[in-house]
């Protein structure tokens, strides 16, 4: 494709147009094959960086792409930013010390009893329905019930908070987008207030008390920067995961052999988690801020530009996955960049993986038939995380 052709193809290019991710493959295969990088006129203009090779250089290079003026693209309906994604080294850092004792492979495995009892609770209250929609009964409930366990926040606000975080993303920009983001701040700035007036007890017992009385560079946290870090796990939390799931549930109600296969040996869900989230990719664009002139794929970028980047199109190019486009349940090797790479890389990746294997493992196990109705209709996000939003399923209980 000739550079002018290029830039007349992508000129238009919008990661938030609604349900991009239907047809983002084509688009991410035509940006590959390009020379340079692709640049569109919206938002101001940006570039997209979509190989695998340049997308993994520009995020384990926080000097020359910082993280600072913000990552979600365009911005959200904040005032200020959310440690530790919206900061580099070193501060990030210490914002990210103040989570990563909560989140460790180790910590994160004496939460399966409480995992599995939450999935048997959600299947449990499908009952004999056989047809559903998976999303709002299973996938987004789980995670969100699982992120206001680590938070130390009421289960009962589980409904009224994840609305929130679905209006904020959907109506960015939009009345209703800032009213939600007012209505969540309030929220979460009273819930710290609250923990904070019961005074710190020792080792932090959750998340929440972690924030509320944590300390970087030698000093408390700002009010601010206490909501906003409570806020980014939420956004995190609410969203990866309900799609990772929606999108391995549709593969496998269109691929009955791999369920098969799961069932007979649920062992192999340890390494096929890895490939859910590869084949899924749900944090699809993120943003980065050039810091000084320099270049990407022979491409000259300035600085102050932002660089729109795809974690989603690198884990879907061929000159590194083999059919990219296939969940593959054995996949090995398997870098992908699922959880993200560099200093940035997901602090909740654990929790998303012991996630994704109990709910299979309880789903496989109960249910012999998945599939979907032939009148279905999928619903997808747009933005920065993108992925089923609602799918119709027809479940069938085993003997």
């Not at 020359?64 to 930013?81: C, E, I, N, Y």
């Not at 799609?243 to 869900?269: E, G, V």
């Not at 992908?336 to 997901?346: I, N, Q, S, T, W």
Request: with cysteine.
């Amino acid at each position: 494709m000739a550079d002018g052709q290029m830039r007349d193809d992508f000129a238009r290019f919008d990661h938030r147009e609604p349900a991009h991710r239907v047809r983002a493959g084509t688009i991410w295969r035509d940006m590959q094959a390009c020379s340079g990088l692709p640049q569109s006129d919206l938002y101001g203009g940006f570039h997209v960086v979509t190989r695998y090779d340049d997308v993994m250089k520009l995020v384990t290079s926080p000097r020359l792409f910082s993280s600072a003026q913000g990552t979600a693209f365009p911005d959200l309906d904040f005032g200020h930013r959310m440690p530790p994604e919206d900061y580099d080294p070193p501060l990030h850092g210490e914002y990210r010390s103040l989570l990563t004792r909560f989140l460790t492979r180790e910590r994160v495995a004496g939460l399966e009893s409480a995992v599995r009892s939450m999935v048997v609770s959600l299947l449990d209250a499908i009952g004999d329905a056989a047809a559903i929609d998976f999303v709002e009964v299973f996938a987004r409930p789980l995670p969100v019930m699982m992120a206001l366990e680590l938070l130390g926040l009421p289960q009962a606000d589980a409904a009224r908070l994840d609305g929130l975080v679905r209006d904020l993303h959907h109506e960015r920009g939009n009345p209703r987008g800032a009213e939600a983001a007012g209505e969540l701040e309030a929220y979460i700035r009273g819930s710290i207030a609250a923990r904070e007036a019961e005074g710190p007890q020792g080792e932090a017992r959750d998340i929440l008390s972690a924030v509320a009385f944590g300390e970087v560079h030698g000093r408390p946290l700002s009010a601010d920067e206490k909501a906003a870090m409570i806020r980014l796990l939420m956004f995190g939390g609410f969203d990866t995961t309900a799609i990772a799931l929606a999108s391995t549930i549709h593969w496998l109600a269109q691929h009955p052999d791999d369920a098969a296969r799961l069932r007979a040996d649920p062992a192999m869900l340890e390494l096929a988690t890895e490939e859910m989230v590869r084949f899924a990719s749900p944090a699809s664009y993120l943003r980065r801020t050039v810091t000084q002139d320099t270049e990407l794929a022979g491409c000259p970028l300035h600085a102050g530009r932002p660089v729109l980047f795809s974690f989603a199109a690198a884990n879907r190019d061929t000159t590194k996955f083999d059919r990219a486009d296939e969940l593959v349940l054995d996949r090995l090797p398997n870098p992908h960049l699922g959880f993200g790479a560099g200093v940035h890389r997901c602090i909740g990746s654990f929790v998303a993986k012991l996630e994704l294997r109990v709910a299979l493992e309880e789903i496989l196990a109960r249910y012999s038939g998945i599939r979907l109705p032939d009148d279905a209709v999928l619903r997808w996000e747009s933005g920065e995380n993108q992925g089923i939003s609602s799918l119709p399923l027809i479940l069938e209980k085993s003997a």
